[in-house]
């Protein structure tokens, strides 16, 4: 079921109203995804380059942005569920799915779903104590816990009104310092607030929904995953390190470059035995659509439109 909103089309799946925005355009299909906390907004950029050769669909994520949390917890079941409605909604069910960040994971999941192919742009989690080079298992086990108790007490934290020229405030520093359009970051804040009962802001997704998940992105074995895909995949991994994450522990960016560095030992040995997955480096933090968006969109369209070569060519049966 759809109907009309500003963005576009409403699409109607289980009961939640979930956002999308249609950038046009022909040629194969893609569906973008975003990240945990982020909005479709962030595909700004991207979205008009690829819509030059390709029919391009974005959403918000069910609990993000404009979409609706639905009545049930939020788990990647019902994300790729709400995928795969937006896709019967739009006509293009044989579309590949591109995600960034937890968007990138849930496009990872996909294939398993029916998905021809999928891209996750730097999509990795907190992954597994052992991908952490350098540094003892238990000590980043207990660090990994204590990560994500910061990212749970962070997720949907309601704050006073005015306040929000402190949140945009921050925006712009981050801006100026990766050198990115503000205007986005501040359109995605906007589309991001919820309002509590007694007036208080937060950005979406609410509380409960934010440790959600984060349990859900605890539970995912990604590198199982990657290895038991059955159509084709792109992993990119941001080559740069992210800025300093306000308030967060000393450990903390000891702790990103020892996985930083496990990342790229586990992706290197991925790329070589699995026949499926194809991986790229993107000279770029995580923050990489708007950072680098004509390579990202020359990324995504290259593996796309090559994977529908490759199809066009194969035999019948084969």
């Not at 963005?7 to 925005?21: F, I, K, P």
């Not at 816990?145 to 934290?157: L, N, S, W």
């Not at 080559?239 to 992706?267: I, K, Q, S, T």
Request: proline share 6%.
């Amino acid at each position: 079921m759809t109907e009309e909103t500003m963005d576009g089309m409403c699409v109607t799946a289980d009961g939640v109203e979930l956002a999308v925005r249609d950038y046009g355009g022909d040629g194969p299909a893609v569906l973008l995804l975003h990240g945990a906390g982020r909005t479709l907004v962030d595909w700004d950029l991207v979205a008009p380059l690829l819509a030059a050769r390709h029919r391009v669909v974005a959403m918000d994520l069910r609990g993000h942005g404009r979409s609706g949390d639905g009545a049930v917890p939020w788990t990647f079941e019902s994300a790729v569920a709400d995928v795969a409605a937006v896709l019967a909604a739009y006509g293009i069910p044989d579309a590949a799915v591109v995600g960034h960040s937890m968007g990138g994971m849930v496009a990872a999941l996909c294939l398993e779903r029916g998905a021809p192919a999928a891209v996750n742009l730097d999509g990795h989690g907190m992954g597994r104590a052992g991908q952490y080079v350098g540094l003892d298992a238990g000590y980043v086990t207990e660090r990994l816990a204590e990560a994500r108790r910061f990212a749970e007490e962070a997720g949907g934290r309601p704050f006073p009104a005015e306040a929000l020229a402190g949140v945009l405030g921050y925006q712009a520093a981050m801006a100026k310092e990766l050198a990115i359009p503000y205007e986005l970051l501040e359109a995605g804040v906007r589309r991001s607030l919820g309002e509590t009962a007694d007036g208080r802001l937060f950005l979406r997704p609410g509380r409960e929904r934010a440790c959600q998940m984060q349990e859900a992105m605890a539970g995912l074995d990604l590198f199982a995953l990657y290895r038991r895909v059955p159509r084709p995949l792109l992993i990119a991994r941001a080559l740069r390190p992210n800025p300093p994450v306000p308030g967060a522990p000393p450990w903390f960016d000891e702790l990103m470059a020892a996985y930083g560095e496990g990342l790229r030992r586990d992706l290197g040995e991925l790329a070589r035995t699995a026949e499926q997955v194809t991986v790229a480096g993107v000279e770029a933090t995580h923050a990489m659509l708007l950072e680098r968006p004509r390579e990202i969109a020359e990324l995504v369209s290259g593996f796309v439109t090559g994977r529908e070569c490759d199809a066009t060519r194969q035999p019948a049966g084969g």
